[in-house]
């Protein structure tokens, strides 16, 4: 289903194999997901993807499950079914529960719904809601 | 810029008037923001939305104010000004730092990044991923 | 707000003029809204442009006020601001009551509501659905 | 495909059970599609979503086609594949001819252009289309 | 996974018959793809779109790979696999390099993530960027 | 109209300025957009934005003007108005005749209605489109 080939072990450069390395170390598991085998065609943007989720999702003023919860919240409002997939994994593996997810899944639809609403009527921004 | 008028508190039935009455019960202040005053117009919708959000924004598994990061992320995604405005207020107003407020905006960026990537590549997904 | 100048009757083309007669001459009116005044830099996308939706948009196996409340719906989730406001009030002058109006913001809502779960759920399409 | 289970009829709990009666009585027909029974995870959403579609999409002052139809049009602007696919099955069920079918690809893609025309040309919106 | 069949050489009227000789004489193949075949329920859909598609896609004063390229970058971020799927194949067979492919992923990328930054901060344009 | 304050060069960390300089510098004017001084707020992410769009959006196998045009047609298809306008004024800056222009106003729609048919008609990707 890709438009390029995802590619297998044998098949990467050196610099891929070394952000690989850093994936199976980083998460305990050998599995290295499509998403990265997909960019390993262009290592340098797998380095630099990568040195940034790194970072950008570990622990810091909120808690990784909390940002895989946000990153599904925003992967499901773009539609991107592959990143919906990965990051609910990821946000379980994290220790989501599941009256998380339940609340989770309830404030997608509330927002979408209200989003729908307050387009549709054209709302103007109440000035109170603007840095001054 | 609406494409409906806005009531004021002496143009709504007494229906809206209860709904009203409810928001700056809850709220403690007497501020009605203007996408109630456009829902106004139709009593039933405004009654069904509030007590919708109500609920669901409350205490529950997760804390207020992630529910409200998390809402603040599918308005962004969605593309919505009014909520992007209006969630942002009330995430701050229930004690959002500005350290998690960055956190979130990288947040909202990489995964609109990764989410793009995943997209114009159509990477399959991994059967890791799906629900046996 | 535009990226490029709205085009006034004395700086347009023949062209354009020509299509701002058919508008005028179709609406029994004299008023030519900002969206032709910006194509009409383009007189080709003009005059194409405007081909289509008058015949696409005129009567057929759907009722025009019909028509014009699923453009509303697209242009609603598209997020085109301009489009909403545009077409709500078209819809309106042919003849959408505030009941029907009502109906069609409830199903935008419920719609977005219920797309934004089936995309967070990542449901699988039954067989059942599909074209043979 | 999905990001959870889709649970059978011997899975689900009673008031789980409850809302698939009635969605079976309503259709006078034993099939439950897949997004009830990705939601029967969770009742109470289960049941709060079947009760707002049933009122909703049901007969008031826009034909059930007409609504299915709108329903539709959002959901493919919304890119819900699930949802393109179930809700243009119930139009056709609820009597949506090949000549409204036709008018409604049409008129899908003809508002995705001029959205898109509008949006990348940012025009401003005419005072004419505002509320008061 | 078709919301309607995809007609066959043996299925198609005389009309859309035409249009499939003008895409084979254009291409110098007999491959149809399903997107045509779909369209083919509609022959004045099918003629339309083709027609524009030929003209607009062709030679101009961009080069038609370059052409094909931003095709692909409003497919990605409108969210089309299908679309996403024939243009990245088609703007490979007009030349599209690796390396401008590259660079395609990562304006697309990029221009996601800041997207995204100005919509969460709701950045108000400049002066300086407004037509006039 | 912004969620938090758009800061002047006298608000601004050492870091910031770093960039603001280097900002100046590349465009060879004083002039800073509302973006960056938004970004302000936060010294490191306003780093690592200008580092990647310096380095993205430079000269390499995609003319910078080509670049632009590209960043144009995503942010179109993303709806973030701030940024169609800061970049068709920068694709201007950087040459884009109108002739190009128009081309690409008209790929922009183009480009919509066909994503919108085929997700509408959920046409199933050819198998001649996929990578091995």
New interface residues.
Partial sequence: ??????LTDDEITPEARAVFDEIRAARGSD?I???WR??A??PA?LR??WD??KV??GP???DPK??E?????????????????????VARAKGM?E??Y?????????????????????????P?????
């Fill in positions: 289903m890709a438009v390029l080939p995802l599995f997901n499509n998403f997909a960019l065609q262009d943007t630099a993807t940034r989720l950008g999702m810091g003023a909120l909390v940002k919860m946000l990153y599904v919240a925003v992967s499901s409002a773009n539609g991107c079914s592959y990143c919906v997939h990965s990051h609910t994994a529960t009256a998380e339940a609340e989770l899944l309830a404030i997608i639809g509330m927002a979408s719904q209200t989003n729908a609403l307050a387009t549709a009527l054209q709302v103007p921004v109440d109170e809601f603007e840095a001054d």
